[in-house]
Structures are given as C-alpha cells and as structure tokens.
C-alpha cells in the first residue's frame, strides 16, 4: 500500500478545490445563458402574442365589415399587424 505524505495531501485538496471551482463556474456559466434564451424567448412570445390578438381584431373588423357594408373598401390593418417573425 502506498502513503502520501502532507506535500501530497496539499496537491490534492488543491486538485479538487480546483475542479469544483471549474464545475461551479461551468453551471454559472450555463445558467446564466439558459436566462438569456428564456428572455429572448418571453420577448417573442410577447410579441406574436400581440400580434394575435391583432389579428384577431382585425378579422373581426372585416367581418363586422362585410355584414354592414358587404363591399369595399376594406378596413385598414391595426399598426405591427403585418410585420415579420425574427
């Protein structure tokens, strides 16, 4: 069996002091980028989500539309209703 001396017990503890360090800064570092994607994902979601119910006024106003008038011109479209998904 072989003994380890202090000098060898110091490099160790060190060792892993060290790997845990590593270890905390990686899931620190990972969390920290799983915040980031959550709020760029809540920012979208915000967003089409206006513009659903948009949209949905909209097809309302047509349809309210075509039951009192039945022709042109159609109404126009609410301001962000037609603007593209990043």
Request: proline share 6%; glycine share 8%.
């Amino acid at each position: 069996m072989i003994t380890l001396g202090p000098e060898h017990w110091t490099a160790i503890i060190l060792a892993l002091i060290t790997l845990f360090g590593t270890v905390v800064g990686a899931i620190f570092t990972w969390l920290g980028g799983l915040n980031k994607r959550t709020a760029e994902m809540r920012s979208r979601l915000e967003k089409l989500e206006r513009r659903d119910r948009l949209s949905w006024l909209y097809i309302r106003s047509l349809i309210d539309h075509a039951y009192r008038h039945g022709a042109l011109p159609l109404p126009e479209p609410p301001d962000g209703w037609n603007e593209k998904d990043d």
